[in-house]
């Protein structure tokens, strides 16, 4: 009897020992933005990667209105990690403008990518120049993105911010508009290329053209703080391109909450910088996350001590 009870005791410790391990899976959630920029597809790299490398992880990438959204999604608790540009960051990180007396506690966990801000129109609109922007439908990004912050900074750089009639689109619902003609020119902020624009630059008989806004950067900076750069997207882009176009670019990084457990933003900075060959598979732009790129004058913001934990065994300082 007492060996029997000693068996039953010891499955009992097994089973319990199951139970603990299944309870400790971890899911975690990321922000990304639309399905026609880059956060997406790229958030969905990360999502399989981490789910794959980490034991006990599940990661999923979440559809969502971009950066503003996502510093608002993890306010809530409603995900864990977020994409966004470092303007809306910083926005949130001291409570401004769209998160006035709602600070949001964010730490860096990477520097990802240049977002270089495109202002597109076509062929047949009439317009050449920022100026000629002036009476026309424009969209300025979907409600909450970085694309409509942004955007907004480089019309009022230009004494435009009263002289469009704004549309509110995602940068597919923009392509799509414009296709229809029922917009003139639409603003998006993303990596290279992006899908939504190379589908545009695609359509038989639509020849696209980016217009120049790089003299907005002083302004902004003067008015912001220094969180942009000016910068050109290359000629060979898109299709149709006839020139580089000279814009506007801010940084890209993936933010957390500060609550988040050191071991846990350490696991994804590492993971993701081991994997860096798988992220570059889903999209190109993942080749400018760099290790050199993780300072304090690429993102606005402090570094989650389990971010800077990584970076201080490569040699990496960061506060």
């Not at 006990?56 to 990438?61: L, N």
């Not at 060979?236 to 609550?259: C, D, F, H, R």
Request: proline residues 5%; positive net charge.
């Amino acid at each position: 009897m007492s060996n029997l009870l000693r068996a039953l005791a010891l499955c009992a410790g097994a089973l319990c020992a199951f139970g603990a391990m299944a309870q400790s899976k971890t899911n975690l959630s990321i922000g990304t933005g639309g399905t026609g920029g880059v956060y997406y597809p790229l958030g969905g790299g990360m999502a399989n990667i981490l789910t794959k490398n980490v034991p006990g992880w599940q990661v999923t990438a979440e559809v969502t209105g971009a950066s503003v959204d996502n510093m608002k999604l993890i306010n809530a608790g409603k995900s864990d990690v977020g994409f966004t540009m470092a303007d809306t960051a910083w926005e949130a990180y001291i409570g401004v403008d769209k998160f006035k007396d709602n600070k949001v506690p964010v730490r860096t966990l990477m520097v990802l990518y240049p977002n270089r801000m495109h202002v597109v129109t076509v062929e047949g609109t009439g317009i050449n120049s920022m100026a000629d922007l002036k009476g026309k439908r424009v969209s300025v990004g979907s409600p909450g993105s970085g694309t409509e912050i942004m955007a907004l900074r480089v019309l009022e750089a230009y004494g435009l911010e009263k002289e469009v009639k704004r549309e509110r689109l995602s940068v597919a619902e923009s392509v799509n508009a414009m296709k229809d003609r029922k917009i003139e020119a639409f603003f998006w902020v993303g990596g290279l290329p992006t899908a939504a624009v190379t589908d545009l630059a695609a359509t038989p008989g639509t020849k696209i053209k980016l217009i120049d806004h790089s003299d907005a950067v002083d302004a902004m900076n003067k008015k912001y703080g220094p969180l942009y750069v000016k910068d050109a997207i290359p000629q060979k882009t898109y299709s149709g391109m006839e020139k580089p176009a000279q814009i506007a670019t801010v940084w890209n990084i993936l933010v957390a909450g500060e609550k988040m457990p050191e071991a846990t933003a350490y696991a994804i900075v590492k993971t993701l910088f081991e994997h860096k060959p798988d992220l570059v598979a889903v999209h190109k732009e993942a080749d400018n996350i760099l290790l050199d790129f993780q300072t304090n004058s690429h993102s606005p913001i402090p570094f989650h001590p389990g971010a800077a934990k990584y970076l201080a065994e490569k040699g990496i300082k960061v506060k």
